[in-house]
């Protein structure tokens, strides 16, 4: 990349008018904080900024087989268990480019690779986020930089470049916020999606993992410590002595609803915190020893006041109503990273595939298997999306579609 006069840059037709405003300092605002408006669709990895991984979609119900499956044919890392859906397209993140999947027949429509940043004389800079769309725009961090890329002509329309690799991005209503080192401290940053300005920093390595009006939920990297920030200015509301574990890595383990903050514990512990203070309302222990959290993954219903928590490491997956009571449980052995819910099914990740609950009881529905195409098949959330389901598993990508 060549020499410029801040870290901060503008591309394509953004940049002319704005440029002056990046010379300023690095506080240069940008307009206000807008959270979204509400709707329905897949747009982020686990929905929507809440990362609750519900919706009112019912997939495939009742009974369900594989449609389509595509192989990526590249490598997959863990932190990326997440898809996004926009007009038709399902965007999949890989190692090293973003992939585009036509829905309809599974063919890549097209793939975008970071290319402004080798990092050796045949590399690229890695993927390190999973997709976050807004108004035809893809958020993503490729190792330093944050991009904001147009769906249409895959051409960035800003990029805000960091010292060194971001630790996440999550995208709320008009605002991206992202965590990296920037001029020699660790950063939590507000940037605005439309513009890439500057709007507000604050010191200190918090991960941002979930957002709900009035609450943005950060984790600190060295503790695990939650905390409750004000989307619009930083300031911070509350800290937790709720801890969890590997933040940069599983973003399936914190989702916000209205008045809770549900978070799974780096001891294995299932706690819910009250939104406004982070103070704990309840906590489920774990009743496994030396539990594994690192694929664990919770899915939340605000309308039916459920939360349902898949345990890889216990082969288990089991509802929790709002008050802290388990409703059912069930033994399965082969689950993998992810849960997702949707017009009364409940959709698990396995090792071979994807399971379906009934999500009142727990009975099973169906389960369908595919070949992951590698060595580890780590799974992803399943996304729902009217009577489909779209899934990932190791290198490959599928559709479930009824029976």
């Known amino acids: ?5 801040t870290r901060r840059r503008l591309l394509g ?9 990046f010379l300023l300092g690095p506080r240069v605002g940008g307009s206000g904080h807008v959270d979204p408006d509400p709707g329905s669709g897949w747009h982020q990895p686990r929905t929507d900024a809440r990362n609750v991984a519900r919706t009112a979609d019912p997939g495939p119900g ?8 595509h192989s990526l044919d590249a490598h997959r890392r863990f932190e990326h268990a997440g898809l996004a859906l926009v007009d038709g397209t399902l965007l999949v993140p ?9 829905v309809e027949s599974g063919a ?9 940043l080798p990092v050796g004389p045949f590399d690229r800079p890695q993927l390190d986020t999973a997709p976050r769309i807004r108004d035809g725009v893809v958020y993503l961090a490729f190792q330093a930089d944050v991009c904001a890329l147009e769906l249409d002509s895959q051409r960035l329309r800003w990029r805000y470049s960091l010292d060194g690799s971001v630790d996440g991005v999550h995208l709320f209503g008009n605002t991206a916020y992202a965590t990296g080192r920037l001029d020699g401290e660790d950063r939590l940053l507000a940037i605005d999606a439309n513009t890439g300005l500057e709007r507000w920093r604050k010191t200190g390595r918090v991960i941002p993992l979930a957002a709900r009006s009035g609450l943005l939920v950060g984790a600190r990297y060295e503790s695990g410590r939650l905390l409750g920030l004000e989307p619009e200015t ?8 709720a801890a969890i574990g590997a933040a940069t890595l599983n973003r399936g383990s914190v989702a916000a ?13 299932l706690t819910a915190l009250e939104a406004d203070t982070g103070e704990r309302r309840w906590t489920v222990f774990d009743d496994v020893g030396e539990p594994n959290t690192y694929r664990r993954s919770v899915a939340v219903d605000p309308s039916d006041r459920a939360i349902y928590r898949s345990r890889p490491d216990a082969s288990t997956i089991s509802r929790i109503d709002f008050a802290g009571d388990e409703e059912w449980r069930i033994d399965e052995s082969a689950l993998e990273f992810g849960v997702s819910v949707g017009g009364g099914t409940v959709y698990a990740s396995t090792t071979g595939g994807l399971l379906a609950l009934e999500a009142d009881a727990g009975d099973e529905r169906f389960r369908v298997s595919v070949d992951p195409d590698g060595t580890d098949p780590l799974g992803g959330t399943p996304l729902i999306a009217d009577d489909r389901v779209y899934h990932l598993l190791g290198e490959t990508v599928y559709e479930v579609t009824p029976r």
């Open 13 to 21: 037709a953004a940049g002319g008018p704005l440029l002056g405003a």
């Open 94 to 102: 890989t190692h090293r480019s973003l992939r585009a999947i036509d």
């Open 108 to 116: 890549e429509r097209w793939r975008y690779a970071y290319r402004d």
């Open 257 to 269: 609803v209205d008045d809770l903050v549900v978070g799974i514990e780096s001891n294995g512990d």
């Open 1 to 5: 990349m060549g020499s410029v006069l």
């Open 62 to 69: 009742s009974d369900g087989r594989v449609g389509w499956a």
């Open 234 to 241: 930083g300031t911070r509301r509350w800290l937790s002595d």
